[in-house]
């Protein structure tokens, strides 16, 4: 008996504090939409790169990038063409011109048209346009 007591106190000391996250699911949602092309060229373009978490009811298949598209669509500073998404780990990414836009307005604009799909989205990471 008490060498069972010493076996869960030991198994409790090494378990990881509830609620604390390693930052392995941001870095694994990020790599599933991530592109070294589109970060190559938006870079040399001087436009950032954000990476989005997906939260919600995803459809598989070309209907949530459609349906994101359609909710970016009025953003003229967002470059559609470099548009990631990824089902399977719930997540976005896309490359903007951060003169012209910055990606809180980006995250509202989506939060406000997605919420009637029941998604909504959070920033991961912004990748910087280097200094001109």
């Given at each position: 008996?008490?060498?069972?007591?010493?076996?869960?106190?030991?198994?409790?000391?090494?378990?990881?504090?509830?609620?604390?996250?390693?930052?392995?699911?941001?870095?694994?949602?990020?790599?599933?939409?991530?592109?070294?092309?589109?970060?190559?060229?938006?870079?040399?373009?001087?436009?950032?790169?954000?990476f989005f978490a997906l939260e919600g009811p995803l459809r598989s298949g070309p209907e949530s990038r459609?349906?994101?598209?359609?909710?970016?669509?009025?953003?003229?500073?967002?470059?559609?063409?470099?548009?990631r998404v990824s089902v399977d780990s719930a997540s976005l990414s896309l490359a903007y011109d951060g003169?012209?836009?910055?990606?809180?307005?980006?995250?509202?604009?989506?939060?406000?048209?997605?919420?009637?799909?029941?998604?909504?989205?959070?920033?991961?990471?912004?990748?910087?346009?280097?200094?001109?």
């Amino acid at each position: 008996m008490k060498a069972r007591l010493v076996a869960v106190g030991v198994l409790t000391l090494l378990a990881p504090p509830p609620g604390l996250g390693c930052g392995y699911c941001d870095e694994d949602r990020i790599a599933a939409v991530y592109d070294h092309g589109v970060i190559g060229k938006s870079l040399e373009r001087h436009h950032e790169v954000a990476f989005f978490a997906l939260e919600g009811p995803l459809r598989s298949g070309p209907e949530s990038r459609r349906l994101i598209e359609r909710a970016l669509v009025s953003e003229a500073a967002i470059d559609l063409a470099s548009l990631r998404v990824s089902v399977d780990s719930a997540s976005l990414s896309l490359a903007y011109d951060g003169m012209r836009i910055q990606h809180g307005r980006i995250s509202g604009t989506l939060n406000r048209k997605l919420a009637v799909h029941g998604l909504r989205v959070s920033l991961l990471k912004v990748i910087e346009r280097p200094p001109r």
